[in-house]
T-cell receptor
Framework: GNSVTQMEGPVTLSEEAFLTINCTYT??????LFWYVQYPGEGLQLLLK???ADDKGSNKGFEATYRKETTSFHLEKGSVQVSDSAVYFC??????????????WGAGTKLIIKP | DTGVSQDPRHKITKRGQNVTFRCDPI?????LYWYRQTLGQGPEFLTY????????KSRLLSDRFSAERPKGSFSTLEIQRTEQGDSAMYLC??????????????FGPGTRLTVL
């Protein structure tokens, strides 16, 4: 079945460092791919998405490119801030034969940014 | 604020009691989802509605859980005879639901349930 694998955390970086959080997936068909972020004590927020191969999603300085050849959707940011400390979830949309769909989630990667 | 809202934000109850949570989706969204999330895990799908119809319910959901979405607007999730294992964050999300290939779910802040 479809699945999402994220790099294990926590990932600890210093402020202004370059960030990469790896996400790979297995899927049949052509799912949409998402990154959600969850700040402490809060619900999930959509960070960015890509709906087809080679699309690049971007928001708040974060970017991720839908790579079908490597089945990856790695999250990157050039210069992280303390306020980026959160848990990041990669997800894909699994479309069913009846046109319904579900989100398949990675386990989440906790990011800690130190000043 | 026109995002998804949930009430209450926190609920503490004793084992065996019933609890009910409410979710108000983004107004033009047709689909509404309920998830459960425990510490250090991703969301676990519980059920979803297309307008007022409950179209799917997770096999993991026991009969003690019931959800409604009367009139296709807000939704309620009720847990009867709560158990300590029900302690979790309950998340609600909504989406337009028109094109599944690009549909995007937007989440509320969640209701944190603690069963003593």
């Amino acid at each position: 079945g479809n699945s999402v694998t994220q790099m294990e955390g926590p990932v600890t970086l210093s402020e202004e460092a370059f960030l990469t959080i790896n996400c790979t997936y297995t899927a049949t068909g052509y799912p949409s791919l998402f990154w959600y972020v969850q700040y402490p004590g809060e619900g999930l927020q959509l960070l960015l998405k890509a709906t087809k191969a080679d699309d690049k999603g971007s928001n708040k300085g974060f970017e991720a490119t839908y790579r079908k050849e490597t089945t990856s959707f790695h999250l990157e940011k050039g210069s992280v801030q303390v306020s980026d400390s959160a848990v990041y979830f990669c997800a894909l949309s699994e479309v069913r034969a009846d046109s319904n769909y579900q989100l398949i989630w990675g386990a989440g990667t906790k990011l800690i940014i130190k000043p | 604020d026109t995002g998804v809202s949930q009430d209450p934000r926190h609920k503490i109850t004793k084992r065996g009691q019933n609890v009910t949570f409410r979710c108000d989706p983004i107004s033009e969204h047709n689909r509404l989802y309920w998830y459960r999330q425990t510490l250090g895990q991703g969301p676990e799908f519980l059920t979803y509605f297309q307008n007022e119809a409950q179209l799917e319910k997770s096999r993991l959901l026991s009969d003690r859980f019931s959800a409604e979405r009367p009139k296709g607007s807000f939704s309620t999730l009720e847990i009867q005879r709560t158990e300590q294992g029900d302690s979790a964050m309950y998340l609600c999300a909504s989406s337009l639901g028109y094109r599944v290939s690009t549909d995007t779910q937007y989440f509320g802040p969640g209701t944190r349930l603690t069963v003593l």
